[in-house]
């Protein structure tokens, strides 16, 4: 089975722009969770999705929204960025629930300068 | 609020020497608990987890870690590190509070382990 992918794996933006980010799911998955990673806020979630439905959510603000598609693959956006989104961000997968073993992709890297 | 706290942010040892990296949460109810591994290169995956039963649990190569309730801790052990165990290395907990169940992480653990 392929893993979860994720685009694109680098991305470099200015302050106001916005960005979208995608991920493909493992074949099967249902649940994906998006992550924010930081060197000094470590992992924190931003929001689960299954069956196109945003299922929980962390503490974030409404400019980072996301969304899933009837073939689970999901996209998240981030509209007016700041220098503070600069971060990695992580998908994550699972068959139902972000409670069982997550299959991580690879990230996207972005820089808001 | 919960959290999770890895006492060790950056651990260095030499091959054999045994492994034991401390996670401690907060949150008094039920709790799913989650170790996963991170290796240079290489996406997050899941060493082991607990969602009740033994409290003593075994996962991926050689690791395991033990859920003691009354010191609301899950700490990772392995007697014998290997070069390869190189990683960074982070504790997870689902703290199951009501409609907005959510996964809570440490700020991870740098291992380094010389050969």
């Known amino acids: 089975k392929a893993g979860v992918t994720q685009t694109p794996r680098y991305l470099i933006k200015t302050r106001g722009q916005q960005v979208t980010l995608s991920c493909s799911p493992i074949?099967?998955?249902?649940?994906v969770s998006w992550y924010q990673q930081t060197p000094g806020q470590g992992l924190q979630f931003l929001f689960e999705y299954f069956s196109e439905t945003q299922r929980n959510k962390g503490n974030f603000p409404g400019r980072f929204s996301g969304r899933q598609f009837s073939n689970s693959r999901s996209e998240m956006n981030v509209s007016t960025l700041e220098l503070g989104d600069s971060a990695l961000y992580l998908c994550?997968?699972?068959?139902?629930?972000?409670?069982?073993?997550?299959?991580f992709g690879p990230g996207t890297r972005l820089l808001v300068l | 609020a919960q959290s999770v706290s890895q006492h060790n942010h950056h651990v260095i040892l030499s091959e054999a020497a045994s492994l034991e990296l401390g996670c401690n949460y907060s949150?008094?109810?039920?709790?799913?608990l989650f170790w996963y591994v991170q290796y240079p290169g290489q996406h997050l995956q899941l060493l082991l987890k607990?969602?009740?039963?033994d409290p003593l649990v075994k996962g991926i190569k050689g690791f395991e870690a033990e859920f003691i309730k009354s010191k609301f801790s899950f700490n990772l052990r392995k007697p014998s590190v290997q070069w390869s165990d190189t990683a960074e290395y982070f504790c997870a907990v689902n703290a199951n509070a009501g409609n907005n169940r959510k996964l809570i992480w440490g700020l991870g653990t740098s291992l380094a382990v010389n050969p």
């Open positions: 994550a997968s699972s068959l139902a629930s972000y409670q069982e073993t997550q299959y």
């Open positions: 074949s099967g998955h249902r649940s």
């Open positions: 607990y969602f009740s039963g």
């Open positions: 949150y008094g109810g039920t709790v799913n």
